[in-house]
């Protein structure tokens, strides 16, 4: 007969497949639990070769509402949290200086 061994289950970190993650800044957080994240990519262009900054508006889960406009943040891919919130807040990399401009 051979012998059978139970093991303890692994962490469920270790068993979810890498998430990405992403730093960016916080635009807006006028939501209930919700911010949202302004990321930067830069990258060549593909004709031309010059240096293009490219943005992208993620809406992550906020869960302490912690984060303020202004602060740069670390966000992880999660489940489906809503019909555009697919992120969730990681933690605050940078908090804002709290000055804010004055528009011209």
Do not use: C
């Amino acid at each position: 007969m051979a012998e059978t061994t139970t093991t303890a289950a692994p962490a469920p970190a270790a068993t979810r497949g890498n998430r990405k993650e992403r730093v960016g800044e916080v635009i807006s957080n006028k939501m209930a639990r919700t911010i949202i994240v302004r990321v930067e990519r830069r990258f060549p262009h593909p004709r031309f070769k010059k240096v293009v900054t490219g943005y992208k508006k993620f809406y992550a889960h906020d869960e302490k509402s912690e984060a303020k406009v202004g602060d740069r943040v670390r966000i992880e891919e999660t489940r489906p949290l809503s019909k555009t919130k697919r992120w969730r807040l990681v933690e605050v990399v940078e908090k804002a200086s709290g000055v804010t401009p004055v528009a011209a």
